[in-house]
């Protein structure tokens, strides 16, 4: 158990439709990361918050937007679902923003299936 | 370009013998973090060890130990005694400094351990 915990685990929605995941980082950790894991495209980075501010931000479309609030936890609101928006979404979390030994520990994921 | 390359897409093993899963990165930049992360088929994301590009000697943790040979950009990550539950996916990752924050990974290798 790495700590972090992420809410739902699974996630049935329609196109169209917008969906929020949630993810609490572990204990004193500032950072939070957000990763989607499809299979054609692997593992993305999606976008950081760090201590509530957004730090760095990846391949993240734009119907996609994410916020850290004040108790550090951090929600992933995802709009206009497409088909292809199904995919696992991971949360990880890291003590600190940035440095190259900063590892990161990830939470269980939500799978997020599009019909 | 920053990239991680993992060439064996899947690899079949004995168990209790060791397993060497490949892993080479190219970046420009000379300070960066090599990370292996293993994920089994419930889907979560575990992080097993870590590797500094200035650290002197290779990590090791448990069973798992990486093999740093920076000359040649690898980072190829050894199980020794492998069991059955190391059957997993495994993914090669790299942090860049310059990246601030983002982590890529590689497209990772399934790991089967026949008893």
């Known amino acids: 158990d790495s700590g972090v915990t992420q809410t739902p685990k699974h996630l049935i929605t329609a196109t169209g439709q917008r969906v929020t995941l949630r993810c609490s980082p572990r204990?004193?950790?500032?950072?939070v990361y957000w990763y989607q894991q499809s299979l054609d495209q692997g593992l993305q980075f999606l976008i950081q918050?760090?201590?509530?501010?957004?730090?760095a931000k990846g391949n993240i479309l734009e119907r996609f937007s994410a916020q850290q609030f004040p108790d550090l936890h951090s929600e992933l609101n995802l709009s206009s679902l497409e088909l292809g928006d199904s995919a696992l979404y991971f949360c990880?979390?890291?003590?600190?923003?940035?440095?190259?030994?900063?590892?990161?520990?990830f939470g269980p994921g939500t799978r997020l299936t599009v019909t | 370009a920053q990239k991680i390359t993992q060439t064996q897409p899947g690899m079949f093993v004995q168990e209790k013998e060791a397993v060497t899963l490949d892993c080479t990165y190219d970046?420009?930049?000379?300070?960066?973090?090599l990370f292996w992360y293993k994920q089994p088929s419930s889907g979560e994301m575990i992080f097993l060890i870590y590797?500094?590009?200035?650290?002197?000697q290779n990590a090791t943790e448990g069973r798992y130990s990486l093999n740093f040979q920076k000359a040649r950009k690898s980072a190829n990550l050894v199980i020794s005694a492998s069991q059955l539950g190391d059957s997993a996916m495994y993914f090669c990752?790299?942090?860049?400094?310059?990246?601030?924050?983002?982590?890529?990974f590689g497209s990772g290798t399934r790991l089967s351990i026949r008893p």
């Open positions: 990752a790299m942090r860049p400094d310059s990246s601030a924050s983002k982590i890529i």
């Open positions: 590797q500094g590009s200035y650290d002197q």
């Open positions: 970046t420009s930049d000379p300070s960066y973090g």
């Open positions: 990880a979390s890291s003590p600190r923003g940035s440095g190259s030994s900063n590892e990161q520990y």
């Open positions: 918050y760090y201590n509530g501010e957004e730090r």
């Open positions: 204990s004193g950790d500032l950072s």
